[in-house]
């Protein structure tokens, strides 16, 4: 994975942590330049671990669960008539993270904001246009099929969203570089 210089302000100990941010020594902190097995690999662990999320709360969704995730799909759906991308992008990553939440995964939390920090990055650094953020309608038809309890279209669901989150971006990363993400950053 190769690496390029970051902005002062986004240099947190948390960004760190998130994958946001390599700390090289005597050269300084970046922001690094995943290469396209980078981002699979981590949408790859999103899909094992949004798999989990999505078989514990298939079937098992309260009223007032339900009434959050409509909610915040809602908020997406206003965010993106608006034409707000940052706040587009931010709430669909949220999404992910809120359900987590309610599947009781408070030991998965981290990992998932983790996870969801990093494929946002990835997002903003090659593509960030309104062409591959998260739909509020594939969020509502994943929450759907979670109260419907049809684990195997709820599976599906956020597979498809999730692959299709994932080529999006690969695809933006190959048009922009010629198949080498590091040479974006490299003039």
């Known amino acids: 994975m190769r690496a390029f210089p970051e ?27 995943p290469s396209d097995e980078d981002i699979r690999q981590v ?3 999103r899909q094992i671990v949004e798999a989990g999320v999505v078989a514990a709360l298939c079937g098992a969704l309260t009223a007032q ?23 587009t992008v931010r709430l669909a990553g949220q999404f992910h993270v809120l359900l987590t ?10 990992l998932v904001m983790q996870l969801v920090g ?9 593509d960030p246009s ?12 994943i929450i759907a099929a979670l109260d419907a309890g049809r684990l195997h279209t709820a599976l599906d669901a956020m597979r498809v969203h999730l692959e299709d989150l994932e080529e999006r ?7 922009q570089s010629g198949s080498n993400p590091g040479a974006l950053f490299s003039e």
């Open 65 to 87: 669960q339900k009434r959050r995730l409509t909610a915040h799909v809602r908020q997406e759906e206003k965010a993106q008539h608006a034409g707000r991308v940052d706040e």
């Open 101 to 110: 939440e309610l599947a009781g995964g408070t030991e998965l939390l981290g």
């Open 118 to 126: 990093k494929t946002g990055l990835y997002k903003a650094l090659y």
């Open 130 to 141: 309104k062409g591959s953020t998260c739909s509020a309608d594939e969020h509502a038809q």
């Open 169 to 175: 971006v690969v695809q933006q990363v190959r048009l």
């Open 43 to 45: 949408y790859r662990a």
């Open 7 to 33: 902005p002062r302000f986004a240099s947190s100990p948390a960004h760190g942590f998130e994958g946001k941010r390599v700390q090289e020594a005597h050269r300084g902190a970046f922001v690094p330049a």
